[in-house]
């Protein structure tokens, strides 16, 4: 996770959020199988509450890296519209003349065609854009040219 802010879109933060509900349950369920440490028990009691131990501690690893996550989008605020950045709307024109809008978001979301990731090729050549900007990226067919048309809502008649 980045130590800056940086705004997410509204669906990653609805699925941060949502893993950070689900890994919340899932600590207390192996925080409540704990022993008391004053219980005796043999070697294999013992290792089983080391993992159970390990789990907790990666659990809450995970809470703090969504929290900070999620502290930062806050702080952060809405998306920029000067420049392309996590949680852009983002129109594009390539060379075939064809126009598209992206979303660009930080997770992937099977059931959204139009998000591209921030670490895919086109999300790394688009962050930092604006407006009028021409980007190139590669893809394992060929190298491909696009132009930033705009960010925000798509201008009308396009997405």
Not at 24 to 35: H, K
Not at 41 to 55: F, P, T, V
Not at 135 to 155: C, F, K
């Amino acid at each position: 996770m980045t130590s800056e802010p940086a705004p997410i879109s509204d669906a990653g933060r609805r699925a941060l959020e949502q893993e950070l509900a689900d890994v919340r349950a899932e600590r207390e369920t192996v925080a409540a199988t704990l022993r008391d440490p004053d219980t005796v028990g043999d070697r294999a009691d013992e290792a089983d509450e080391l993992q159970r131990a390990n789990e907790l501690d990666r659990l809450d690893a995970r809470i703090s890296e969504i929290t900070t996550r999620l502290g930062q989008a806050a702080e952060a605020g809405r998306p920029s519209t000067d420049r392309v950045g996590v949680g852009s709307t983002v129109t594009v024109r390539f060379a075939d003349g064809s126009t598209e809008v992206f979303r660009i978001g930080e997770l992937a979301e099977a059931s959204d065609q139009t998000l591209v990731t921030a670490d895919s090729p086109l999300g790394r050549a688009l962050l930092g854009h604006s407006a009028g900007d021409s980007v190139h990226y590669d893809t394992p067919e060929r190298r491909v040219t696009a132009v930033v048309v705009s960010l925000g809502t798509p201008p009308e008649g396009q997405g």
